[in-house]
Structure formats: structure tokens, C-alpha cells
């Protein structure tokens, strides 16, 4: 069998799955972008509030590699609520501790650095404007992928996530691709 995989654009709003297993609301699923083939899994999740870079396949064993086995970095473009200083930025770097599954997890050193504010197109639901006060914009690199991470280690240094964008992962860029939009490539490793 020839194995499919695909790169699209996860916008806001979307569920990182094909199946609503809720019965009492209706979210967006990744099947609503694209027809994909019969097996197509997500690599990894973004959650509903996230977007960006997200990579789909039929390969169970490439899916395995890049969560798992691969220690693959993933790329987010984070904007966060204030002016985040060196320290936090630091204290983002070397781990912070955040609550996973009830428990304490401290995470792994990271990449983080100040970027400037990004040219995305506008959120489909609007992000709070300046006169709440400043907002940043910082890119997080991490090997690691634990629920709602980068959302739990913003707020961990007082700096809640306002917008999340995944923008690469591993050597795969989200580039040009519009929001929603999808890509059939070869391979993803």
C-alpha cells in the first residue's frame, strides 16, 4: 500500500481529529478541509484556540517517529498577554514546572527567543486589541509536545498565550499556506 501524507494549515477553530465523538456540539473537523483518504491520521495535535503547521498521514509508523521516537523540534510563533521581559524568557529556556494530568511536570530546556509581531492574516475570532495593554510575540522551540504546553509555561511566568501558531516542525515549514489550506507532499521524514 502506498502510504499518503499531507501538510496543512490548522486554522482556529478546528479540531486536530476527523470523528466528534461529542454528541452535544458541533466543532469543526480536518475532514471539512480536504477529502482525505480512508486511515489519515494527525501527527500530534493543536488544540481548538491554536493554529498553524499540522502534519496528517496513513503511515502509523511515520506518525510514531515524529511523536515519539523522533525528538523532532516543533516551532510555535506565541503571542502572549504583556511585555515579557529576559527573565521570564530565561526562566522559559532551563523549565518550568506546569500541571500535567493533575501532577507537577517540569519541562525540558527549551529554545526561546523575542521575535517580532509576525505577519499572520487576522484570527477568525478577534484576539484582544492594544488598549488592554502591550501583547509579544515570542517563537518556542521544544522536543517535547505535552497537553496545552506552551499555553501551561506562558502562564507558568505570568504571561498568558493570547494566540499560538505552530510554524515548523522538524524541517517542515508552514511557509505560504493559507489558513485551511492543504498540501499532498511525498514524505515527511
Request: with cysteine.
Amino acid at each position: 500500500m502506498e502510504h499518503r501524507h499531507f501538510i496543512i494549515h490548522k486554522p482556529f477553530g478546528f479540531l486536530s481529529q476527523f470523528i466528534n465523538n461529542q454528541t452535544k456540539r458541533q466543532k469543526k473537523m480536518l475532514g471539512e478541509l480536504y477529502d482525505f483518504p480512508e486511515g489519515t491520521m494527525a501527527i500530534g495535535r493543536l488544540d481548538v484556540k491554536s493554529e498553524g503547521l499540522l502534519l496528517l498521514t496513513t503511515d502509523g509508523k511515520v506518525s510514531d517517529f515524529i511523536t515519539t521516537r523522533g525528538k523532532v523540534e516543533k516551532e510555535y510563533y506565541v503571542q502572549v498577554d504583556g511585555a515579557i521581559t529576559n527573565k521570564e524568557i530565561e526562566l522559559l529556556k532551563t523549565g518550568v514546572k506546569i500541571g500535567i494530568k493533575g501532577e507537577k511536570y517540569l519541562t525540558k530546556p527549551c529554545k526561546v527567543k523575542h521575535i517580532d509581531p509576525p505577519n499572520f492574516p487576522e484570527r477568525s475570532m478577534k484576539i484582544r486589541d492594544d488598549r488592554h495593554g502591550p501583547t509579544s510575540w515570542i517563537s518556542i522551540i521544544l522536543q517535547e509536545g505535552k497537553y496545552r504546553q506552551v499555553r501551561k509555561m506562558t502562564s507558568a511566568v505570568g504571561f498568558p498565550t493570547l494566540r499560538l501558531v505552530r510554524v515548523r516542525i522538524g524541517n517542515i515549514h508552514l511557509n505560504d499556506l493559507p489558513s485551511g489550506g492543504v498540501k499532498e507532499v511525498s514524505k515527511l521524514i
